[in-house]
């Protein structure tokens, strides 16, 4: 299979996936409606589940190659961090609650999700030490609020505080990305 029909194959499998979830379909489902053998999925990944897998990864890459490439240009650290967490919320609004259910109900996916978790918190920690480097924020341990923010974020990876505040996920990013700079703001600036 060509790269070209490779890509193009996996990205309408995200497509379905993102929009309905993957726990109840099945190979043949799948075949069906990309139009395609079952043989030529198997030529992606060798089951349904490392199918799935592939197809979440891809989505994670591309929607972070699609975040940074807005957030990291910019050099401003907080402009940078609302950038980058309300360009992960437009992202994870792509995909539809039973995706989500679906992604963290699967060791598999659950493990994926984590790994970008942990990118997105890292690079979140970035950008607030550049922020009290610079100035920009009050003085502070930066990896102190930076452990606090991974650990709001596994709230929203685990669903913790979705289920507390009601908000989708997506949602959630762009909340988080509010407070942590209300945090982090000068006191002159608050």
């Known amino acids: 299979m060509s790269e070209a029909r490779r890509e193009e ?4 499998l995200e497509n379905i996936i993102l929009a ?4 109840g379909l099945t190979v043949d489902d799948l075949a069906s409606r990309l139009q395609c053998s079952k043989s030529t999925l198997y030529s992606i990944a060798g089951s349904k ?3 799935v897998v592939v197809a979440v990864r891809h989505f994670f890459q591309e929607a972070t190659a699609r975040v940074e490439e807005k957030a990291g240009p910019i050099t401003d650290p907080p402009r940078r961090i609302a950038e980058y967490l309300a360009g992960l919320g437009v992202e994870m609004r792509r ?3 039973e995706c989500y259910a679906d992604l963290v109900g699967s060791a598999a996916t659950s ?3 984590a790994k970008y978790s942990l990118a997105t918190a890292h690079r979140v920690r970035e950008s607030i030490q550049d922020g009290v480097a610079s100035g920009a924020f009050r003085a502070l341990n930066a990896d102190f609020v930076g452990a606090a923010v991974s650990l709001l ?3 929203i990876q685990h669903g ?5 505040s009601g908000l989708a996920m997506a949602d959630a990013y762009t909340e988080l990305g509010g407070l942590v700079l ?3 703001g000068k006191p002159d600036q608050a």
């Open 95 to 97: 995909m539809s609650p």
């Open 49 to 51: 589940e490392q199918l």
């Open 160 to 164: 913790e505080l979705l289920d507390r």
């Open 111 to 113: 493990e994926v999700y």
């Open 153 to 155: 974020i596994d709230g």
């Open 9 to 12: 194959l996996l990205q309408r």
């Open 20 to 23: 309905e979830g993957f726990a």
């Open 182 to 184: 209300a945090a982090l």
